[in-house]
């Protein structure tokens, strides 16, 4: 990765995995491959409104580093 820069958002819905940066009017969405998770992350409806720590790669994605 070169070029990256940290963002923070929140999770606003768990399956599929939606997340609204702090940043950005249009939330980001896995269906579309703008996000990816660590394999074996599992979120829930508990986690709704967790803020979470990502960083923008130079392909477009995302890749969700975890919770702050």
Not at 21 to 31: H, R
Not at 33 to 61: H, M, P, W, Y
């Given at each position: 990765?070169?070029?990256?820069?940290v963002?923070?958002?929140?999770?606003?819905?768990?399956?599929?995995?939606?997340?609204?940066?702090d940043?950005?009017?249009?939330?980001?969405?896995?269906?579309?491959?703008?996000?990816?998770?660590?394999?074996?992350t599992?979120?829930?409806?508990?986690?709704?409104?967790?803020?979470?720590?990502?960083?923008?790669?130079?392909?477009?994605?995302?890749?969700?580093?975890g919770?702050?």
């Amino acid at each position: 990765m070169i070029d990256t820069q940290v963002e923070f958002g929140t999770l606003i819905k768990h399956v599929p995995v939606v997340i609204k940066l702090d940043q950005d009017p249009t939330p980001l969405e896995q269906e579309q491959n703008e996000i990816v998770l660590f394999k074996d992350t599992v979120f829930t409806s508990e986690d709704i409104g967790t803020r979470l720590a990502l960083i923008r790669c130079t392909n477009g994605q995302y890749l969700v580093l975890g919770e702050v």
